[in-house]
């Protein structure tokens, strides 16, 4: 059962665009998501995370929307450099666990 | 069509003793992935398996830590002589023959030394 999804299994933008990668869950009982980045050869690494307590968190170009009555989360880059490049992960966690989506290819175009 | 499962999801051992974590990667995919998220820290990556073959382990700790992928069965990371620093949330993913870049991970296995 996949409680997360990812529906775009990719994406490609220009540079200095907006990149949003989007993620829906099924639990309700989910309450804290977080986006990893994902380089080729390498384990992913976390990138930004919010709480269900709060709609959105902020971090420089990265921010990330929640919206609860429509299980949806959204990563919003912006303005989106070349080095932005890889595959996000999304996950979402309660107490006892942890799910993640399969995963989008971001790509950034020079 | 199943996930990835992963068993045991919770594990208890002793120092000392050995754990075995199982992952069974979705219908038809024959690559498999473990990785490791100690608390507070990201996912680290540890292996990377075909049915048969270890493709990259360079995540992997030099001691005790071994994987496999039979050609039949689950994949099985296995830890011997357990530490309390093991005590660790571990990932399997796996993904399809054609490589392309969507992983998909099971619900992991929390591993408690005590």
């Known amino acids: 059962d996949q409680q997360v999804k990812q529906n775009s299994p990719s994406l490609s933008v220009q540079e200095g665009r907006i990149s949003i990668l989007n993620c829906d869950y099924t639990n309700s009982m989910f309450d804290y998501f977080l986006w990893y980045k994902k380089y080729p050869a390498e384990g992913p690494t976390f990138l930004i995370s919010i709480s269900s307590i709060k709609d959105k968190n902020e971090d420089g170009r990265f921010t990330v929307f929640l919206n609860k009555s429509a299980k949806h989360l959204s990563l919003h880059i912006v303005p989106s450099q070349p080095g932005d490049s890889a595959v996000y992960f999304c996950a979402a966690s309660d107490n006892n666990d942890m799910r993640f989506g399969a995963g989008t290819r971001l790509t950034v175009k020079p | ?114």
């Open chain 2, 1 to 114: 069509n199943a996930g990835v499962m992963q068993n045991p999801r919770h594990l208890v051992r002793r120092r000392g003793q050995e754990a075995r974590l199982r992952c069974s990667p979705m219908k038809g995919h024959s690559h498999v992935y473990w990785y490791r998220q100690l608390p507070e820290e990201g996912l680290k990556f540890m292996v990377y398996l075909q049915k048969e073959n270890i493709i990259d382990e360079s995540g992997m700790p030099k001691e005790r830590f071994s994987a496999e992928f039979p050609k039949e069965g689950p994949s099985i990371l296995r830890i011997q002589q357990v530490v309390r620093g093991d005590s660790a949330a571990y990932f399997c993913a796996s993904s399809p023959p054609i490589q392309g870049d969507e992983q998909f991970f099971g619900p992991g296995t929390r591993l408690t030394v005590l």
